[in-house]
């Protein structure tokens, strides 16, 4: 497949939003969708989708070679990948790249894990050339949900003392595009991303607070208590289980594997969390300057 066209879908968030900036700069030919109308990513206008409406994700997808998917974490997420990957066959489209999540699996206990596991299934069972990605939780976290509580000195968490071998987005970006514009030699191959270190909430903070001068603390709470504060922050039922469920993943050391994956895809040693904390420090350094 020569200069394949793309479609991003995901485009706005953690991971989207950073392979639309690696795919711009490679000039790859490549298109974006976003649920939101008016949505533009690195100066990239999106095409508006709705993964509950099979016809839309059919009109975007049409001209498409490889399609790019990350199903946002929701109730229906099976429903809307079996939607994208029904409409990628319609379309004419001949390799999907599906974000999922480490040990996805469909028979799993844990509900994350199982929806991720059902949802790449979906795009197994298609008959699509097809590649799966599963990174392991996000260095981004501790600046997209936990920024502010750093700031004001203390991290809560609810998953124990297990370790957790986090992974770059920009890592798992650069990866992304990498497959995207040269899909065949990833054909049918299923990747699991973590970086190359595992640390507990205490070791990462102890990171931030060198590289960004805090001194926040990460505190433990129970898993009912943080399924408590979810529920009581708005979280659908579905969003907290989900949530609890990794907590438990990790509470039960099950996230702190490190693959070589990455560094094989990269061709280099994925980003450490030190480099992540030093490029990152602004995230959580408190503004000393006066009030005007």
């Not at 490889?66 to 390799?95: C, D, S, Y």
Request: include cysteine.
């Amino acid at each position: 497949m020569q200069t394949p066209s793309i479609f991003v879908m995901g485009a706005s968030g953690t991971i989207g939003s950073r392979l639309v900036a690696e795919l711009k700069s490679r000039q790859a030919n490549f298109r974006i969708g976003s649920t939101r109308a008016g949505t533009s990513v690195e100066g990239v206008t999106a095409v508006q989708v709705d993964y509950s409406d099979p016809g839309s994700l059919e009109r975007a997808f049409q001209g498409t070679d490889v399609l790019f998917i990350l199903t946002p974490l929701a109730a229906p997420m099976v429903e809307w990948t079996q939607n994208a990957v029904r409409a990628a066959q319609r379309a004419g489209v001949r390799h999907v790249v599906r974000s999922s999540g480490a040990g996805a699996d469909p028979n799993s206990d844990f509900l994350i894990a199982r929806v991720q596991g059902q949802a790449d299934q979906a795009v197994i069972d298609s008959g699509l050339n097809y590649t799966l990605l599963r990174p392991n939780c996000f260095m981004q976290n501790f600046v997209t949900f936990s920024a502010q509580g750093i700031k004001q000195g203390q991290h809560y968490h609810a998953q124990g003392d297990g370790h957790i071998s986090f992974i770059d987005a920009r890592d798992i970006a650069e990866i992304a595009a990498n497959i995207l514009v040269r899909p065949e030699a990833h054909n049918g191959k299923t990747y699991t991303l973590t970086g190359n270190e595992a640390l507990t909430n205490d070791d990462a903070l102890a990171q931030i607070n060198r590289a960004a001068g805090t001194h926040a603390s990460a505190v433990s709470v129970t898993l009912e208590q943080a399924h408590a504060g979810m529920k009581q922050w708005g979280f659908d039922d579905f969003t907290a289980e989900a949530i609890t469920s990794l907590n438990r993943i990790i509470q039960a050391g099950y996230a702190a594997g490190i693959a070589p994956d990455a560094a094989q895809l990269l061709g280099h040693a994925p980003h450490g969390f030190a480099q992540f904390a030093r490029d990152h420090a602004n995230a959580w350094k408190i503004d000393a300057s006066p009030a005007l």
